[in-house]
């Protein structure tokens, strides 16, 4: 009903509607460029992949780019070409969607990939958390950020940061990336 949700209130509207509207007022001006943080925050599952889907078409029909910045891996995997991860607030891998999901080399991208529930998983089994905390960092000024809880931390990564690297590819900074074969 457009000419009743013309003069509704935000608080008069579903957070799924509210998202329309922001969506609609992004798109108004007819950017190339549309960043999107954190579109489908709060949303049930339902009302994330109408979100999601809508953004598809509209990126799709009017040729605008999307960065789309989420935690949530399951939004990455169905809507993202290209995907950076990024640590400390730097990006540590950087690839297109399927080889990053297949071949995760950054011990910090196959950190988070290991500690998705699986379905196939057989049943109690324990998850596969990264250890430590968020808060146990180095500064990326004189080491990698993610050496205290990375599992495949040298010497090295507590005194020098790694230089970004392209590797067949694929941006990666790490002194010891997890092997493509594992």
Sequence with gaps: DPRRRLDSYPHQMSGGMRQRVMIAIAL?????LLIADEPTTALDVTIQAQI????????????????????DLGVVAGLCDRVNVLYGGRIVERAE???????????????????IPRLDAPPGEDLNPIRGSVNDNLPWA?????APRCPRALGKCTEITPAPELVGGRFLRCHN????EA
């Design 28 to 32: 108004a001006c007819r950017p190339r």
């Design 52 to 71: 999601l889907e809508l953004l598809k078409e509209l990126v799709a029909d009017s040729g605008t780019a999307l960065v789309m910045i989420t935690h």
């Design 97 to 115: 969607r399927h080889r990053l999901f297949a071949t995760p080399r950054h011990p910090y991208t196959y950190g988070l990939l290991s500690s």
């Design 142 to 146: 004189s080491a990698c950020a993610f």
């Design 177 to 180: 990336p997890v092997p493509a």
